[in-house]
């Protein structure tokens, strides 16, 4: 063997030590994270909302779950989403369901960018590395809910319009936008993702097919020629077109505005406030952020203009709304290997010393990519999720007690509960009517504002139990209300294990 081939297994072989150092920890800490945060509460009334909608078949026309208000209209915009977890649930059981979206995640961030969604020219090295940042990103948000499809649709998306570029794909690309956003507009609310990534689009084509600004990147293969305005517009006529073949119509739209635009319901919901940078998700955000910068300080014009829009919207819409770095994540995937690529090309032209170690990890590439997927693969379906001590999130340390009060409860009793017992009673009581859970839009910020307070004492709470005429209270302990009835001579405690405690209103009060 050669002194030069020696060098180059040399290097191949530190290639392999800096990716397991930088994709090893991404995905562990991903499963680790997923393992007790898959589950959030609003997984109860999800998966009974599907439930209800596969043994009915219709469309419930009224609220199905609180007393408070089951004669105000309830609109499953998300209905399509319920059904198929309820179905995948009762087909796999709970844990299948978390070990399946565990590795849907690590697909849509790491294997798709891998195996296509970045062009194969890029270094695999670079888009595993920042596939792993972003799954670390996303533990701040990610969970079994809708907004994991609008993540695949949103990489659907993308990848589609790059492939119609490159001329890989014709008109079937406006068939898979057209029966994309069919399924999107009637799965979640996040579909109006969509015309805005497609807007960016047409606007960065337009500006580069107008040469408002020069694209010189070092390998042009890497990026296809903007498509023609006017083949954009029909990609987003069809997408907004078939988005609204829904129950709803253009309702789905008028939602998510109004949704928005509620303060009171964003100021109780954490994921609806601004990026915390104290937090890791929000650090790594700003490491993207400053390698994005540094591709484009170096060589400004690498990046077409659609490019470098959808890192700036998708990055203030994270800054602005901590949900939001779900989408923010999935574009720094798409686009930031490709910047610093283009980078790489020139190290390597400018600095010849540098290609043996800049190229070292395409020595190993296929073995490498299939370490990758064993590695993913086995990190989601393997380990099992029963060993989780929040196998079910903020549900699982309440579940013993509400198992007891489900016994205590009598039919058609009028029961106060805070928002999360509401909810998480569903898993253990499906056929308990609530006062609140959280489904906090719904319920709207008068509301909220009224059971927040009674829950704390900032109002009178026995005003509010009479107004309401209730008959008994499901309290967590952590509420100062709990500590109110446990002195309260007409309320009588039923069960209390110190995580949720049960009154009822006495028979002579």
């Known amino acids: 063997m050669t002194r030069d081939r020696l060098i180059q297994l040399g290097w191949a072989m530190a290639s392999l030590v800096v990716l397991a150092v930088a994709v090893g920890p991404g995905?562990?800490?991903?499963?680790?994270?997923?393992?007790?945060?898959?589950?959030?509460?609003?997984?109860?009334?999800?998966?009974?909302?599907?439930?209800?909608?596969?043994?009915?078949?219709?469309?419930?026309?009224?609220?199905?779950?609180?007393?408070?208000?089951?004669?105000?209209?309830?609109?499953?915009?998300?209905?399509?989403?319920?059904?198929?977890?309820?179905?995948?649930?009762?087909?796999?059981?709970?844990?299948?369901?978390?070990?399946?979206?565990?590795?849907?995640?690590?697909?849509?961030y790491l294997f798709v960018p891998l195996f296509g969604g970045v062009p194969r020219r890029v270094s695999f090295l670079l888009t595993a590395a920042i596939g792993a940042i972003a799954l670390l990103m996303v533990t701040l948000n990610m969970s079994i809910r809708p907004g994991l499809l609008t993540t695949l649709f949103l990489l659907t998306q993308y990848m589609t319009v790059d492939a119609m570029r490159r001329k890989r794909i014709g008109r079937g690309g406006v068939v898979i936008i057209a029966v994309m956003y069919l399924l999107w507009g009637n799965i979640h609310l996040g579909v109006m993702l969509g015309p805005i990534s497609l807007t960016l689009m047409l606007l960065g084509d337009w500006a580069d097919g107008r040469?408002?600004?020069?694209?010189?990147?070092?390998?042009?293969?890497?990026?296809?020629?903007?498509?023609p305005p006017h083949r954009m517009l029909v990609l987003l006529a069809?997408?907004?077109?078939?988005?609204?073949?829904?129950?709803?119509?253009?309702h789905i739209y008028g939602r998510t505005i109004n949704v928005a635009g509620q303060a009171d319901h964003s100021a109780i919901v954490d994921e609806l406030q601004s990026l915390d940078f104290g937090l890791l998700q929000g650090q790594l955000l700003l490491l993207c952020i400053a390698l994005f910068l540094l591709a484009l300080t170096r060589h400004r014009r690498t990046l077409s203009t659609q490019e470098i829009l959808h890192i700036a919207v998708f990055t203030v819409l994270a800054v602005a709304v901590g949900r939001m770095i779900l989408w923010a994540a999935l574009f720094y995937?798409?686009?930031?290997?490709?910047?610093?690529?283009?980078?790489?090309?020139?190290?390597?032209?400018?600095?010849?010393?540098?290609?043996?170690?800049?190229?070292?990890?395409?020595?190993?590439?296929?073995?490498?990519?299939?370490?990758?997927?064993?590695?993913?693969?086995?990190?989601?379906?393997?380990v099992p999720?029963?060993?989780?001590?929040?196998?079910?999130?903020?549900?699982?340390?309440?579940?013993?007690?509400l198992r007891e009060i489900a016994d205590l409860r009598l039919p058609g009793e009028r029961m106060f509960n805070d928002d999360t017992s509401g909810s998480c009673i569903l898993l253990v009581d499906p056929g308990a009517k609530v006062f609140i859970d959280t489904r906090f839009d719904f319920y709207g910020g008068t509301f909220l504002a009224e059971a927040a307070y009674t829950m704390n004492l900032r109002n009178d709470w026995r005003a509010t139990f009479?107004?309401?005429?209730?008959?008994?209270?499901?309290?967590?302990?952590?509420?100062?209300?709990?500590?109110?009835?446990?002195?309260?001579?007409?309320?009588?405690?039923?069960?209390?294990?110190?995580?949720?405690?049960?009154?009822?209103r006495r028979g002579d009060a």
């Open 27 to 108: 995905i562990g800490n991903f499963v680790a994270a997923m393992m007790a945060n898959a589950i959030t509460v609003d997984y109860p009334w999800l998966l009974e909302a599907g439930r209800h909608l596969l043994a009915t078949r219709e469309l419930p026309e009224t609220d199905i779950f609180s007393w408070t208000h089951d004669d105000k209209p309830w609109v499953l915009y998300q209905w399509l989403f319920e059904s198929g977890l309820a179905a995948v649930e009762r087909a796999v059981g709970v844990d299948w369901l978390v070990r399946l979206f565990m590795l849907s995640v690590i697909t849509i």
């Open 211 to 227: 040469r408002l600004r020069r694209v010189e990147p070092a390998d042009p293969a890497v990026a296809g020629p903007p498509l």
């Open 238 to 250: 069809v997408a907004v077109g078939t988005s609204l073949l829904n129950p709803y119509g253009l």
């Open 333 to 382: 995937v798409l686009i930031l290997p490709r910047a610093l690529y283009q980078l790489w090309c020139d190290l390597k032209r400018d600095r010849p010393w540098l290609r043996p170690a800049l190229d070292a990890a395409e020595e190993f590439r296929p073995m490498i990519l299939a370490m990758l997927v064993l590695f993913g693969a086995g990190a989601s379906l393997v």
């Open 385 to 401: 999720h029963h060993i989780a001590a929040q196998r079910m999130g903020l549900c699982e340390p309440m579940l013993p007690g």
């Open 466 to 504: 009479e107004r309401w005429h209730v008959d008994s209270a499901l309290v967590a302990r952590t509420w100062p209300l709990a500590d109110a009835l446990d002195k309260a001579a007409d309320f009588e405690k039923l069960f209390d294990d110190g995580i949720v405690a049960y009154y009822r």
